[in-house]
């Protein structure tokens, strides 16, 4: 089946710096990704729609400079936490559909990458 | 944009027992109702789903239940095992299903 990889599982960083987590898609092409972020104990929120080639789409409330898109290619979108603070720190999970297959295909998602920031 | 309740928020019993949990959307343009089950850490996994012109699904022991015209949707569980707890998120979505927006959570604990 398909299938979604993300990388790293786990990352400790410093405040203040930057953190960057790929999202890729192993086995079909995706021209539009998705990032989600959960905090402990709650529900997981969209931040933003990644689009292969365009500017990403970010939700209401959310800072498109410190969050940083880029969907250079149809299997690889990453995101990039800038200046990180420990308020960053969250579980991140990207999300992705085989744009071959048909409207009714689910939605595969990457294991997640729990960022946090010291 | 698209509001999402989700009830209840724990949910407690026995195993054998049957599970409920419904989830309550206010977007009429919502066309992709889908279930998703959580285990802490990991990815959320698609257990269910349903489209719009279909009332009801069922796969086993796992059926969603769908009525457009009150706008929600609930998740049944019947012969609840242990290794169903986990956390149950709804998701309903307009534009096939692409923009998914989660509804707060359900703990399920399945009592042994």
């Known amino acids: 089946g398909a299938v979604v990889s993300q990388h790293p599982s786990w990352v400790i960083c410093k405040s203040g710096t930057s953190v960057k987590i790929e999202c890729r898609s192993l086995?079909?092409?995706?021209?539009?990704m998705f990032w989600y972020r959960q905090f402990p104990k709650q529900s997981l929120m969209l931040m933003a729609t990644?689009?292969?080639?365009?500017?990403?789409?970010?939700e209401q409330g959310v800072e498109k400079d410190k969050f940083l898109i880029n969907h250079a290619s149809l299997t690889l979108s990453t995101l990039t936490v800038t200046s990180a603070h420990p308020e960053d720190s969250s579980f991140y999970i990207c999300s992705a559909r085989d744009s071959a297959s048909s409207y009714n295909s689910p939605l595969h998602f990457g294991n997640g990458t729990r960022l946090t920031v010291t | 944009g698209e509001n999402v309740e989700q009830h209840p928020s724990t949910l407690s019993v026995q195993e054998g027992d049957s599970a409920v949990i419904k989830c309550t959307y206010s977007?009429?343009?919502?066309?992709?109702f889908p279930w998703y089950k959580q285990e802490l850490g990991k990815r959320p996994q698609l257990i269910i789903d349903i489209r719009s012109n279909v009332g009801e699904k069922k796969d086993q022991r796992i059926a969603v239940t769908l009525n457009k015209t009150a706008k929600h949707f609930s998740l049944h569980i019947t012969e609840t095992q242990p290794e169903d707890s986990a956390v149950y998120f709804c998701?309903?979505?307009?534009?096939?299903?692409?923009?998914?927006?989660f509804g707060a959570g359900t703990i399920l604990r399945v009592k042994s």
């Open positions: 086995d079909f092409q995706a021209t539009t």
């Open positions: 977007d009429s343009a919502s066309n992709y």
């Open positions: 998701a309903p979505a307009t534009e096939y299903g692409n923009k998914l927006v």
């Open positions: 990644s689009n292969e080639g365009s500017k990403a789409t970010y």
